[in-house]
Protein backbone atom coordinates (compact mmCIF):
# COMPACT_ATOMS: atom_id res chain seq x y z
CA UNK A 1 0.00 0.00 0.00
CA UNK A 2 2.81 2.31 0.54
CA UNK A 3 4.52 1.80 -2.70
CA UNK A 4 2.26 4.13 -5.50
CA UNK A 5 1.50 6.63 -3.37
CA UNK A 6 5.27 8.19 -3.23
CA UNK A 7 5.88 7.80 -7.24
CA UNK A 8 6.55 10.63 -9.11
CA UNK A 9 8.44 13.78 -9.05
CA UNK A 10 9.12 14.55 -5.36
CA UNK A 11 7.66 18.24 -4.15
CA UNK A 12 9.64 20.09 -1.52
CA UNK A 13 8.74 21.96 1.01
CA UNK A 14 8.89 25.67 0.13
CA UNK A 15 7.35 25.45 -3.16
CA UNK A 16 4.02 26.93 -4.08
CA UNK A 17 2.74 23.25 -4.74
CA UNK A 18 3.84 22.03 -1.21
CA UNK A 19 2.26 24.95 0.05
CA UNK A 20 -0.91 24.86 -1.18
CA UNK A 21 -1.49 21.28 -0.15
CA UNK A 22 -0.37 21.76 3.41
CA UNK A 23 -2.70 24.78 3.02
CA UNK A 24 -5.54 22.36 2.43
CA UNK A 25 -4.75 19.71 5.59
CA UNK A 26 -4.31 22.45 7.57
CA UNK A 27 -8.15 23.63 6.61
CA UNK A 28 -9.46 19.88 6.43
CA UNK A 29 -8.12 19.64 9.67
CA UNK A 30 -9.73 23.05 11.02
CA UNK A 31 -13.07 21.95 9.49
CA UNK A 32 -13.42 18.76 10.83
CA UNK A 33 -12.52 20.11 14.57
CA UNK A 34 -14.78 22.84 14.49
CA UNK A 35 -18.16 20.78 13.06
CA UNK A 36 -18.02 22.31 9.49
CA UNK A 37 -18.64 18.65 8.01
CA UNK A 38 -20.01 20.27 4.86
CA UNK A 39 -16.97 22.14 4.20
CA UNK A 40 -15.34 19.35 4.86
CA UNK A 41 -17.34 16.96 2.23
CA UNK A 42 -16.49 19.86 -0.06
CA UNK A 43 -13.06 18.68 -0.46
CA UNK A 44 -13.67 15.60 -1.35
CA UNK A 45 -14.03 15.00 -4.99
CA UNK A 46 -17.14 12.94 -6.31
CA UNK A 47 -15.44 9.66 -6.80
CA UNK A 48 -13.46 9.79 -3.22
CA UNK A 49 -12.80 6.92 -1.77
CA UNK A 50 -11.86 6.22 2.33
CA UNK A 51 -10.44 2.96 3.62
CA UNK A 52 -8.71 2.21 6.96
CA UNK A 53 -7.50 -1.12 6.74
CA UNK A 54 -7.31 -3.77 10.01
CA UNK A 55 -4.11 -4.00 11.10
CA UNK A 56 -2.57 -6.92 12.90
CA UNK A 57 0.86 -8.63 14.33
CA UNK A 58 2.82 -10.19 11.97
CA UNK A 59 6.34 -10.66 11.87
CA UNK A 60 8.40 -8.03 9.86
CA UNK A 61 9.48 -10.40 7.14
CA UNK A 62 5.70 -10.76 6.67
CA UNK A 63 5.26 -7.23 5.97
CA UNK A 64 3.55 -4.39 7.71
CA UNK A 65 0.22 -6.51 9.33
CA UNK A 66 -2.05 -4.35 6.70
CA UNK A 67 -5.03 -6.95 5.21
CA UNK A 68 -6.72 -5.04 2.43
CA UNK A 69 -9.97 -7.53 2.81
CA UNK A 70 -10.83 -6.63 6.25
CA UNK A 71 -11.29 -2.87 7.27
CA UNK A 72 -12.23 -0.71 9.51
CA UNK A 73 -13.79 1.71 6.96
CA UNK A 74 -14.66 1.43 3.73
CA UNK A 75 -16.36 4.27 2.25
CA UNK A 76 -17.18 6.49 -0.76
CA UNK A 77 -18.87 9.75 -0.88
CA UNK A 78 -22.56 9.10 -0.54
CA UNK A 79 -21.83 6.56 3.18
CA UNK A 80 -19.42 9.46 4.12
CA UNK A 81 -22.34 11.56 3.33
CA UNK A 82 -24.61 9.50 5.59
CA UNK A 83 -22.24 9.15 8.20
CA UNK A 84 -22.22 13.29 8.31
CA UNK A 85 -25.65 13.59 7.91
CA UNK A 86 -26.03 11.28 10.74
CA UNK A 87 -24.06 12.96 13.21
CA UNK A 88 -26.42 16.29 12.59
CA UNK A 89 -29.73 14.12 13.93
CA UNK A 90 -29.10 14.58 17.07
CA UNK A 91 -30.02 10.80 17.55
CA UNK A 92 -25.96 9.97 16.99
CA UNK A 93 -25.83 8.97 20.58
CA UNK A 94 -21.92 8.21 19.55
CA UNK A 95 -21.53 11.98 19.45
CA UNK A 96 -24.54 13.72 21.07
CA UNK A 97 -23.24 15.49 22.78
CA UNK A 98 -19.89 15.91 20.48
CA UNK A 99 -16.35 14.67 21.02
CA UNK A 100 -13.92 17.44 21.36
CA UNK A 101 -10.94 16.41 18.61
CA UNK A 102 -7.79 18.07 18.02
CA UNK A 103 -6.25 16.34 14.48
CA UNK A 104 -2.19 17.00 14.21
CA UNK A 105 -0.21 16.45 10.89
CA UNK A 106 2.44 16.54 9.87
CA UNK A 107 5.48 14.12 8.06
CA UNK A 108 4.17 15.85 4.95
CA UNK A 109 5.84 14.21 2.19
CA UNK A 110 4.63 15.26 -1.48
CA UNK A 111 4.45 13.67 -4.70
CA UNK A 112 3.40 14.86 -8.28
CA UNK A 113 2.29 11.60 -10.81
CA UNK A 114 2.61 11.26 -14.35
CA UNK A 115 -1.09 11.70 -14.43
CA UNK A 116 -1.06 15.04 -12.30
CA UNK A 117 -2.50 13.86 -9.31
CA UNK A 118 -0.59 14.39 -5.97
CA UNK A 119 0.06 11.50 -3.72
CA UNK A 120 0.52 12.96 -0.66
CA UNK A 121 1.70 10.84 2.82
CA UNK A 122 1.27 12.35 6.32
CA UNK A 123 1.58 11.14 10.05
CA UNK A 124 -1.75 12.32 12.10
CA UNK A 125 -2.65 12.22 15.90
CA UNK A 126 -5.39 12.49 16.72
CA UNK A 127 -7.12 13.22 20.18
CA UNK A 128 -10.71 13.16 21.63
CA UNK A 129 -12.08 13.66 24.69
CA UNK A 130 -16.07 13.31 25.28
CA UNK A 131 -18.52 14.06 28.54
CA UNK A 132 -15.46 14.21 31.27
CA UNK A 133 -14.08 11.06 29.55
CA UNK A 134 -10.12 10.54 29.35
CA UNK A 135 -8.30 11.34 26.36
CA UNK A 136 -8.66 8.29 23.56
CA UNK A 137 -5.70 8.71 20.71
CA UNK A 138 -5.26 7.33 17.40
CA UNK A 139 -1.79 8.01 15.28
CA UNK A 140 -1.07 6.68 12.11
CA UNK A 141 -0.31 7.38 8.68
CA UNK A 142 -2.63 8.97 5.58
CA UNK A 143 -2.11 8.16 2.32
CA UNK A 144 -3.97 10.97 0.24
CA UNK A 145 -4.60 10.94 -3.73
CA UNK A 146 -4.93 14.88 -4.40
CA UNK A 147 -6.54 15.80 -7.87
CA UNK A 148 -7.32 19.80 -8.66
CA UNK A 149 -10.79 20.01 -10.47
CA UNK A 150 -11.85 22.32 -12.84
CA UNK A 151 -12.43 25.40 -10.89
CA UNK A 152 -8.66 25.02 -9.95
CA UNK A 153 -9.47 23.49 -6.05
CA UNK A 154 -6.98 20.53 -4.96
CA UNK A 155 -9.54 17.70 -3.78
CA UNK A 156 -8.98 14.67 -1.76
CA UNK A 157 -9.29 11.71 -4.46
CA UNK A 158 -8.43 8.79 -1.93
CA UNK A 159 -7.70 8.64 1.61
CA UNK A 160 -5.95 5.14 3.19
CA UNK A 161 -5.33 5.35 6.75
CA UNK A 162 -3.43 3.40 8.11
CA UNK A 163 -3.70 2.77 11.72
CA UNK A 164 -0.92 2.21 14.40
CA UNK A 165 -2.91 0.23 16.24
CA UNK A 166 -4.30 -3.73 15.76
CA UNK A 167 -6.63 -2.90 18.88
CA UNK A 168 -8.43 -0.02 18.70
CA UNK A 169 -8.64 1.77 22.44
CA UNK A 170 -11.45 3.77 21.71
CA UNK A 171 -15.11 2.54 22.56
CA UNK A 172 -15.58 3.73 18.47
CA UNK A 173 -14.96 5.63 15.40
CA UNK A 174 -17.57 7.82 15.35
CA UNK A 175 -14.89 10.98 13.86
CA UNK A 176 -13.19 11.21 10.93
CA UNK A 177 -9.91 10.88 10.19
CA UNK B 1 -13.29 2.22 48.43
CA UNK B 2 -14.61 -1.24 47.08
CA UNK B 3 -15.78 -3.43 49.74
CA UNK B 4 -15.62 -7.03 48.83
CA UNK B 5 -18.57 -9.26 48.99
CA UNK B 6 -18.28 -11.47 52.68
CA UNK B 7 -20.24 -14.09 50.75
CA UNK B 8 -20.78 -13.29 46.94
CA UNK B 9 -22.64 -16.86 46.68
CA UNK B 10 -25.07 -16.18 49.01
CA UNK B 11 -25.55 -12.34 47.74
CA UNK B 12 -26.32 -13.70 44.54
CA UNK B 13 -28.58 -16.65 45.53
CA UNK B 14 -30.60 -13.77 47.21
CA UNK B 15 -31.14 -11.11 44.67
CA UNK B 16 -30.65 -12.88 41.35
CA UNK B 17 -33.94 -14.03 39.92
CA UNK B 18 -34.57 -14.25 36.67
CA UNK B 19 -37.88 -16.10 36.56
CA UNK B 20 -39.23 -13.19 38.54
CA UNK B 21 -38.04 -10.72 36.28
CA UNK B 22 -35.36 -9.30 38.72
CA UNK B 23 -31.19 -8.80 38.31
CA UNK B 24 -29.28 -6.76 40.40
CA UNK B 25 -27.34 -4.14 39.06
CA UNK B 26 -24.52 -5.31 40.59
CA UNK B 27 -23.69 -8.53 38.68
CA UNK B 28 -22.71 -6.74 35.24
CA UNK B 29 -18.86 -5.42 36.96
CA UNK B 30 -18.87 -6.92 40.30
CA UNK B 31 -15.12 -7.45 40.64
CA UNK B 32 -15.80 -10.55 42.86
CA UNK B 33 -18.58 -12.19 40.51
CA UNK B 34 -16.02 -11.70 37.24
CA UNK B 35 -14.08 -13.79 39.27
CA UNK B 36 -16.48 -16.36 39.16
CA UNK B 37 -17.12 -15.98 36.13
CA UNK B 38 -13.43 -16.76 34.76
CA UNK B 39 -12.93 -19.98 37.43
CA UNK B 40 -16.68 -21.52 36.73
CA UNK B 41 -18.07 -20.56 33.44
CA UNK B 42 -15.36 -19.19 31.13
CA UNK B 43 -13.14 -22.16 32.75
CA UNK B 44 -15.85 -24.42 31.92
CA UNK B 45 -18.03 -24.00 29.48
CA UNK B 46 -17.46 -24.47 25.67
CA UNK B 47 -16.04 -21.25 23.85
CA UNK B 48 -16.10 -20.14 20.46
CA UNK B 49 -12.57 -20.16 18.88
CA UNK B 50 -12.60 -19.70 15.31
CA UNK B 51 -13.94 -20.73 12.14
CA UNK B 52 -12.80 -23.53 9.99
CA UNK B 53 -12.15 -21.01 7.06
CA UNK B 54 -9.63 -19.22 9.23
CA UNK B 55 -7.28 -22.73 8.98
CA UNK B 56 -6.81 -23.19 5.57
CA UNK B 57 -3.90 -25.57 5.79
CA UNK B 58 -1.63 -27.79 7.93
CA UNK B 59 0.39 -25.57 10.49
CA UNK B 60 -2.41 -22.47 9.91
CA UNK B 61 -2.63 -20.91 13.46
CA UNK B 62 -4.22 -17.96 15.18
CA UNK B 63 -3.90 -16.98 18.59
CA UNK B 64 -7.36 -16.52 20.14
CA UNK B 65 -8.29 -16.45 24.35
CA UNK B 66 -10.96 -18.29 26.55
CA UNK B 67 -11.50 -15.92 29.22
CA UNK B 68 -8.14 -13.96 29.53
CA UNK B 69 -5.96 -16.76 28.80
CA UNK B 70 -4.60 -16.80 25.55
CA UNK B 71 -4.60 -19.87 23.61
CA UNK B 72 -3.47 -21.29 20.06
CA UNK B 73 -5.79 -22.96 17.61
CA UNK B 74 -3.82 -24.62 15.37
CA UNK B 75 -4.37 -27.17 12.10
CA UNK B 76 -1.49 -29.98 12.97
CA UNK B 77 0.12 -31.52 9.69
CA UNK B 78 -2.40 -34.43 10.48
CA UNK B 79 -5.25 -31.92 9.61
CA UNK B 80 -6.54 -32.03 13.12
CA UNK B 81 -7.35 -28.95 14.82
CA UNK B 82 -6.27 -28.76 18.45
CA UNK B 83 -6.12 -26.05 21.22
CA UNK B 84 -3.39 -25.15 23.80
CA UNK B 85 -2.67 -22.73 26.03
CA UNK B 86 -0.66 -20.39 24.36
CA UNK B 87 2.33 -20.91 27.00
CA UNK B 88 5.53 -22.56 27.51
CA UNK B 89 5.54 -25.26 30.10
CA UNK B 90 9.28 -23.89 30.92
CA UNK B 91 8.54 -20.86 32.03
CA UNK B 92 4.85 -19.73 30.83
CA UNK B 93 6.33 -17.80 28.43
CA UNK B 94 4.13 -16.90 25.15
CA UNK B 95 4.90 -19.07 22.47
CA UNK B 96 2.75 -17.69 19.63
CA UNK B 97 2.99 -14.03 19.78
CA UNK B 98 1.66 -12.72 16.13
CA UNK B 99 -1.72 -12.97 15.57
CA UNK B 100 -1.88 -15.94 13.02
CA UNK B 101 0.38 -17.76 10.68
CA UNK B 102 1.71 -21.04 9.81
CA UNK B 103 3.87 -23.28 11.32
CA UNK B 104 6.05 -26.68 11.59
CA UNK B 105 6.75 -25.17 15.42
CA UNK B 106 6.25 -23.15 18.06
CA UNK B 107 9.80 -21.98 19.69
CA UNK B 108 9.40 -20.44 22.70
CA UNK B 109 11.43 -17.19 22.39
CA UNK B 110 12.60 -17.45 26.35
CA UNK B 111 14.91 -20.20 26.71
CA UNK B 112 14.04 -22.40 23.20
CA UNK B 113 11.84 -24.99 24.13
CA UNK B 114 10.14 -26.16 21.17
CA UNK B 115 6.65 -28.27 20.03
CA UNK B 116 5.37 -29.63 17.54
CA UNK B 117 1.51 -28.98 15.35
CA UNK B 118 0.54 -31.44 17.55
CA UNK B 119 1.36 -29.34 21.16
CA UNK B 120 4.15 -32.18 21.54
CA UNK B 121 7.86 -31.14 22.88
CA UNK B 122 9.72 -32.06 20.37
CA UNK B 123 12.99 -33.75 22.64
CA UNK B 124 16.29 -34.23 22.43
CA UNK B 125 18.51 -31.68 19.77
CA UNK B 126 15.61 -29.96 18.58
CA UNK B 127 13.35 -29.51 21.64
CA UNK B 128 15.57 -27.62 24.42
CA UNK B 129 18.69 -26.07 23.32
CA UNK B 130 21.80 -27.71 24.64
CA UNK B 131 19.49 -30.28 25.78
CA UNK B 132 21.74 -32.99 26.70
CA UNK B 133 25.03 -30.35 28.82
CA UNK B 134 21.62 -28.50 30.28
CA UNK B 135 19.61 -31.70 31.29
CA UNK B 136 21.75 -34.72 31.92
CA UNK B 137 19.16 -36.49 33.58
CA UNK B 138 17.36 -36.35 31.05
CA UNK B 139 13.22 -34.58 29.81
CA UNK B 140 9.73 -36.25 30.33
CA UNK B 141 8.54 -35.19 26.83
CA UNK B 142 5.10 -36.59 27.88
CA UNK B 143 5.14 -33.71 31.21
CA UNK B 144 6.19 -31.20 28.62
CA UNK B 145 2.89 -31.90 26.42
CA UNK B 146 1.43 -28.03 25.76
CA UNK B 147 -1.63 -27.61 28.16
CA UNK B 148 -4.88 -28.79 25.57
CA UNK B 149 -8.28 -28.15 25.59
CA UNK B 150 -11.02 -30.25 24.33
CA UNK B 151 -11.96 -29.46 20.73
CA UNK B 152 -15.26 -30.32 18.65
CA UNK B 153 -16.81 -28.04 15.94
CA UNK B 154 -19.93 -27.82 14.46
CA UNK B 155 -21.12 -26.35 10.69
CA UNK B 156 -17.80 -24.95 10.42
CA UNK B 157 -17.27 -23.40 13.83
CA UNK B 158 -14.86 -24.41 16.27
CA UNK B 159 -15.46 -24.68 20.09
CA UNK B 160 -13.10 -25.50 23.21
CA UNK B 161 -13.44 -25.90 26.36
CA UNK B 162 -11.60 -26.72 29.65
CA UNK B 163 -14.11 -29.11 31.12
CA UNK B 164 -12.73 -32.25 29.75
CA UNK B 165 -15.66 -34.86 30.49
CA UNK B 166 -18.06 -32.55 30.63
CA UNK B 167 -21.28 -32.48 27.99
CA UNK B 168 -20.38 -32.64 24.23
CA UNK B 169 -21.15 -29.65 21.95
CA UNK B 170 -24.15 -30.68 20.51
CA UNK B 171 -25.38 -30.92 24.05
CA UNK B 172 -24.55 -27.79 24.76
CA UNK B 173 -25.90 -26.24 21.84
CA UNK B 174 -29.19 -28.40 21.94
CA UNK B 175 -31.79 -26.57 20.15
CA UNK B 176 -29.72 -23.69 19.01
CA UNK B 177 -27.68 -25.62 16.18
CA UNK B 178 -31.83 -25.56 14.29
CA UNK B 179 -31.47 -21.73 14.07
CA UNK B 180 -27.11 -22.08 13.39
CA UNK B 181 -27.60 -23.98 10.43
CA UNK B 182 -29.51 -21.24 8.98
CA UNK B 183 -26.91 -18.84 9.90
CA UNK B 184 -23.81 -20.29 9.58
CA UNK B 185 -25.00 -24.00 7.95
CA UNK B 186 -26.77 -22.24 4.98
CA UNK B 187 -24.01 -22.44 2.93
CA UNK B 188 -20.01 -22.76 2.83
CA UNK B 189 -19.13 -19.50 4.71
CA UNK B 190 -15.79 -17.91 4.64
CA UNK B 191 -14.18 -15.28 6.70
CA UNK B 192 -13.40 -12.14 5.12
CA UNK B 193 -9.70 -11.09 6.46
CA UNK B 194 -9.03 -10.97 10.14
CA UNK B 195 -11.02 -9.43 12.93
CA UNK B 196 -11.50 -5.92 13.88
CA UNK B 197 -10.48 -5.72 17.57
CA UNK B 198 -11.62 -2.98 19.60
CA UNK B 199 -11.64 -2.41 23.75
CA UNK B 200 -15.02 -1.15 25.13
CA UNK B 201 -15.26 -0.31 28.76
CA UNK B 202 -17.85 -2.66 29.59
CA UNK B 203 -18.79 -5.52 31.29
CA UNK B 204 -18.87 -8.52 28.90
CA UNK B 205 -22.76 -9.47 29.57
CA UNK B 206 -24.09 -6.32 28.48
CA UNK B 207 -23.41 -6.81 24.44
CA UNK B 208 -23.73 -10.91 25.05
CA UNK B 209 -27.46 -10.08 26.81
CA UNK B 210 -28.02 -7.11 23.74
CA UNK B 211 -27.75 -9.87 21.22
CA UNK B 212 -29.52 -12.61 22.65
CA UNK B 213 -32.42 -10.96 24.42
CA UNK B 214 -33.16 -7.27 22.81
CA UNK B 215 -34.81 -6.36 19.81
CA UNK B 216 -36.56 -3.43 21.63
CA UNK B 217 -33.52 -1.41 21.38
CA UNK B 218 -33.69 -0.47 18.19
CA UNK B 219 -35.92 1.57 17.81
CA UNK B 220 -34.55 4.33 20.40
CA UNK B 221 -31.07 3.47 20.23
CA UNK B 222 -31.04 3.21 16.43
CA UNK B 223 -33.55 5.84 15.31
CA UNK B 224 -31.11 7.45 12.90
CA UNK B 225 -32.16 4.88 10.94
CA UNK B 226 -35.72 5.97 10.42
CA UNK B 227 -34.86 9.65 10.75
CA UNK B 228 -32.27 9.23 7.30
CA UNK B 229 -34.59 7.15 5.59
CA UNK B 230 -32.27 3.78 5.67
CA UNK B 231 -35.65 2.49 6.91
CA UNK B 232 -39.29 2.27 6.19
CA UNK B 233 -40.20 3.09 9.81
CA UNK B 234 -38.96 2.39 13.67
CA UNK B 235 -40.94 -0.83 13.77
CA UNK B 236 -37.87 -2.47 11.81
CA UNK B 237 -36.64 -4.51 15.36
CA UNK B 238 -40.63 -5.43 16.01
CA UNK B 239 -42.00 -7.99 13.09
CA UNK B 240 -40.79 -11.54 13.75
CA UNK B 241 -40.02 -14.11 16.39
CA UNK B 242 -38.08 -14.05 20.04
CA UNK B 243 -36.85 -17.38 20.36
CA UNK B 244 -35.83 -18.65 23.76
CA UNK B 245 -33.68 -22.31 22.45
CA UNK B 246 -32.66 -22.60 26.40
CA UNK B 247 -29.28 -23.31 27.51
CA UNK B 248 -29.22 -19.56 27.72
CA UNK B 249 -28.67 -18.87 24.10
CA UNK B 250 -31.24 -16.82 22.55
CA UNK B 251 -32.24 -15.38 19.44
CA UNK B 252 -34.64 -12.79 17.17
CA UNK B 253 -35.32 -13.10 13.93
CA UNK B 254 -37.16 -10.37 11.90
CA UNK B 255 -39.40 -11.65 8.83
CA UNK B 256 -40.56 -9.84 6.14
CA UNK B 257 -44.05 -10.88 4.09
CA UNK B 258 -43.29 -13.91 2.34
CA UNK B 259 -44.46 -12.04 -0.90
CA UNK B 260 -41.77 -9.94 -1.44
CA UNK B 261 -39.36 -12.75 -1.92
CA UNK B 262 -35.69 -14.36 -0.52
CA UNK B 263 -33.71 -11.20 0.45
CA UNK B 264 -30.78 -13.39 0.24
CA UNK B 265 -28.92 -14.04 -3.69
CA UNK B 266 -30.88 -16.42 -6.03
CA UNK B 267 -27.72 -18.02 -7.51
CA UNK B 268 -27.38 -19.77 -3.73
CA UNK B 269 -30.94 -21.01 -3.71
CA UNK B 270 -29.67 -24.53 -4.63
CA UNK B 271 -26.95 -24.10 -2.40
CA UNK B 272 -28.88 -22.99 0.73
CA UNK B 273 -31.88 -25.88 -0.34
CA UNK B 274 -29.05 -28.81 0.10
CA UNK B 275 -28.14 -27.03 3.42
CA UNK B 276 -31.72 -26.80 4.97
CA UNK B 277 -34.75 -29.07 5.93
CA UNK B 278 -37.96 -27.25 3.53
CA UNK B 279 -38.48 -25.22 7.44
CA UNK B 280 -35.69 -23.92 7.96
CA UNK B 281 -35.43 -22.81 4.06
CA UNK B 282 -38.65 -21.44 4.77
CA UNK B 283 -37.88 -19.04 7.18
CA UNK B 284 -34.46 -17.94 5.60
CA UNK B 285 -37.28 -16.56 2.88
CA UNK B 286 -38.28 -14.70 4.97
CA UNK B 287 -35.08 -13.01 7.00
CA UNK B 288 -34.78 -9.53 7.39
CA UNK B 289 -32.60 -9.46 9.82
CA UNK B 290 -31.44 -12.29 12.55
CA UNK B 291 -29.30 -11.47 15.71
CA UNK B 292 -28.33 -14.07 18.24
CA UNK B 293 -25.86 -14.67 20.92
CA UNK B 294 -24.51 -18.63 21.77
CA UNK B 295 -23.98 -18.85 25.42
CA UNK B 296 -22.07 -17.40 27.26
CA UNK B 297 -20.21 -14.70 24.66
CA UNK B 298 -20.16 -15.40 21.15
CA UNK B 299 -23.21 -13.45 18.91
CA UNK B 300 -24.00 -13.69 15.24
CA UNK B 301 -25.84 -11.01 13.12
CA UNK B 302 -27.49 -10.81 10.24
CA UNK B 303 -27.88 -7.38 10.26
CA UNK B 304 -31.38 -5.41 9.07
CA UNK B 305 -31.29 -5.80 5.10
CA UNK B 306 -30.53 -2.14 3.53
CA UNK B 307 -30.51 -0.61 -0.01
CA UNK B 308 -26.86 -0.31 -1.15
CA UNK B 309 -27.33 0.72 -4.57
CA UNK B 310 -30.79 -0.66 -6.01
CA UNK B 311 -30.18 -3.71 -4.26
CA UNK B 312 -30.93 -4.63 -0.62
CA UNK B 313 -27.61 -5.91 1.07
CA UNK B 314 -26.68 -7.47 4.60
CA UNK B 315 -23.02 -8.23 5.70
CA UNK B 316 -23.33 -10.64 8.50
CA UNK B 317 -21.20 -11.47 11.61
CA UNK B 318 -19.66 -12.93 14.55
CA UNK B 319 -18.83 -11.31 17.45
CA UNK B 320 -16.85 -12.50 20.61
CA UNK B 321 -17.47 -10.15 23.51
CA UNK B 322 -13.85 -11.24 25.05
CA UNK B 323 -13.35 -10.16 29.02
CA UNK B 324 -10.64 -8.68 30.12
CA UNK B 325 -11.42 -7.13 33.90
CA UNK B 326 -15.17 -6.83 35.36
CA UNK B 327 -15.58 -3.98 33.29
CA UNK B 328 -13.91 -4.00 30.22
CA UNK B 329 -13.95 -6.28 27.18
CA UNK B 330 -12.35 -6.67 24.06
CA UNK B 331 -15.01 -6.63 20.96
CA UNK B 332 -13.84 -9.05 18.22
CA UNK B 333 -16.06 -8.67 14.75
CA UNK B 334 -15.20 -10.83 11.97
CA UNK B 335 -17.65 -10.63 8.90
CA UNK B 336 -18.74 -14.02 6.83
CA UNK B 337 -19.99 -14.30 3.73
CA UNK B 338 -21.35 -17.51 1.50
CA UNK B 339 -18.06 -18.82 -0.37
CA UNK B 340 -19.45 -18.83 -3.27
CA UNK B 341 -21.82 -15.54 -3.42
CA UNK B 342 -21.80 -13.19 -6.62
CA UNK B 343 -18.66 -11.05 -6.50
CA UNK B 344 -21.19 -7.99 -6.26
CA UNK B 345 -22.95 -9.63 -3.40
CA UNK B 346 -19.79 -10.02 -1.83
CA UNK B 347 -18.41 -6.65 -2.68
CA UNK B 348 -21.86 -4.78 -1.07
CA UNK B 349 -21.99 -7.42 1.99
CA UNK B 350 -18.38 -5.91 3.20
CA UNK B 351 -19.39 -2.36 2.34
CA UNK B 352 -22.76 -2.39 4.38
CA UNK B 353 -20.77 -4.78 7.15
CA UNK B 354 -18.13 -1.54 7.89
CA UNK B 355 -20.34 1.00 7.37
CA UNK B 356 -23.50 0.06 9.62
CA UNK B 357 -21.15 -2.17 12.11
CA UNK B 358 -17.92 -2.61 13.92
CA UNK B 359 -15.85 0.16 15.92
CA UNK B 360 -16.48 2.65 12.93
CA UNK B 361 -20.40 1.52 11.99
CA UNK B 362 -23.08 3.67 12.46
CA UNK B 363 -25.14 1.01 14.84
CA UNK B 364 -22.06 -0.06 16.93
CA UNK B 365 -21.13 3.45 17.64
CA UNK B 366 -24.41 3.88 19.53
CA UNK B 367 -24.58 0.65 21.21
CA UNK B 368 -21.14 0.74 22.67
CA UNK B 369 -22.10 3.82 24.23
CA UNK B 370 -24.95 3.12 26.20
CA UNK B 371 -23.01 -0.01 27.23
CA UNK B 372 -20.41 2.09 28.77
CA UNK B 373 -22.55 4.19 30.71
CA UNK B 374 -24.07 1.22 32.12
CA UNK B 375 -21.10 -0.03 33.04
CA UNK B 376 -19.66 3.38 34.94
CA UNK B 377 -23.80 2.94 36.86
CA UNK B 378 -23.03 -0.57 37.54
CA UNK B 379 -19.56 0.35 39.17
CA UNK B 380 -21.15 2.98 40.89
CA UNK B 381 -23.84 1.12 42.54
CA UNK B 382 -21.37 -1.52 43.82
CA UNK B 383 -20.92 0.82 46.96
CA UNK B 384 -24.40 1.51 47.43
CA UNK B 385 -25.98 -0.07 50.82
CA UNK B 386 -29.25 -0.94 49.48
CA UNK B 387 -29.33 -3.22 46.02
CA UNK B 388 -30.24 -1.39 42.80
CA UNK B 389 -32.69 -3.60 40.97
CA UNK B 390 -33.71 -4.10 37.37
CA UNK B 391 -36.60 -4.59 35.19
CA UNK B 392 -36.30 -7.72 33.11
CA UNK B 393 -39.91 -8.89 32.72
CA UNK B 394 -40.82 -8.24 29.41
CA UNK B 395 -42.64 -10.52 28.02
CA UNK B 396 -43.07 -12.45 31.14
CA UNK B 397 -46.52 -14.06 30.59
CA UNK B 398 -46.51 -14.15 27.20
CA UNK B 399 -47.01 -17.85 25.64
CA UNK B 400 -45.09 -19.36 23.11
CA UNK B 401 -46.66 -20.32 20.10
CA UNK B 402 -47.36 -23.69 19.45
CA UNK B 403 -47.24 -23.96 15.38
CA UNK B 404 -43.31 -22.48 15.11
CA UNK B 405 -41.31 -24.83 13.12
CA UNK B 406 -38.09 -24.27 15.07
CA UNK B 407 -37.49 -25.75 18.43
CA UNK B 408 -37.39 -24.18 21.66
CA UNK B 409 -39.84 -21.63 22.57
CA UNK B 410 -40.76 -18.80 19.63
CA UNK B 411 -42.74 -15.86 20.70
CA UNK B 412 -44.90 -13.96 18.00
CA UNK B 413 -42.73 -10.82 17.59
CA UNK B 414 -39.20 -9.88 18.71
CA UNK B 415 -40.13 -8.06 21.64
CA UNK B 416 -39.46 -10.75 24.83
CA UNK B 417 -36.78 -10.79 27.14
CA UNK B 418 -37.62 -14.44 27.56
CA UNK B 419 -33.95 -15.79 26.18
CA UNK B 420 -32.27 -12.54 28.37
CA UNK B 421 -34.18 -14.82 31.58
CA UNK B 422 -33.12 -17.74 30.78
CA UNK B 423 -29.13 -16.71 30.24
CA UNK B 424 -28.83 -14.91 33.68
CA UNK B 425 -30.54 -18.49 35.06
CA UNK B 426 -28.08 -20.44 33.05
CA UNK B 427 -25.30 -18.04 34.27
CA UNK B 428 -26.21 -17.94 38.01
CA UNK B 429 -26.28 -22.07 37.55
CA UNK B 430 -22.56 -21.67 36.31
CA UNK B 431 -21.33 -19.56 38.65
CA UNK B 432 -22.85 -21.49 41.89
CA UNK B 433 -21.59 -24.69 39.75
CA UNK B 434 -25.24 -26.28 39.83
CA UNK B 435 -25.79 -28.44 37.14
CA UNK B 436 -23.75 -27.92 34.27
CA UNK B 437 -22.20 -25.12 31.97
Known sequence: MTESIDSGT?????????????????????????????????????????????????????????????????????????????????????????????????????????DGEL????????????????????????????????????????RVILPDQTVITATNLSVLF | M??????IRARLEATVDPEAGAIPMFVYTDPDVYRLELENLFGRTWLYVAHESELPE?????????????????????????????????????????????TEMWRCPYHGFTYGSKGEFLGTLIGAPYERQAYPEGLDKEALHLIEARVESYRGMIFATWNLDGPSLDEFLGNVRWYLDIVLGRAEMEVVGVPQKWIVPSGWKLPSENFCADAYHTATAHSFLARLKLVEGVDFGRDGYHVDPGGGHGLGIGVHDPAEGSYFPDSLEAEYARNLDA???????????????????????IPNFIPMGDQLVSGMMLRLWQPIGPDKLEVWSWHLVERDAPAQWKRLARKMYVQTFGVSGMFDQDDTENWEAQTLNSNTALTRPDEVMLHYAMGISAA????FPGPG???????????????????????LARGAA
Open chain 1, 10 to 114: RIKPGTDLYAEVSDLLLREADALDNYRYDEWLGMLTEDVTYVMPVRTSQFLTDGKGFHGDATFFSDDRESLTTRVRRLETEFAWAETPPSRTRHFISNVLVHERE
Open chain 2, 400 to 403: PLDD
Open chain 2, 279 to 301: EQLGLLHRVKNFHGNVFPNLSFL
Open chain 1, 119 to 158: GVRSSFMITRTRQDHGYQMFTGERQDRLRRGEDGELRFAG
Open chain 2, 58 to 102: AGSFVVRRMGEQSVIVGRGDDETVRVFLNSCRHRGMRLANEDFGC
Open chain 2, 2 to 7: YMPNAD
Open chain 2, 409 to 431: AAYDGKFSEAAGRTFYRTWLDAL
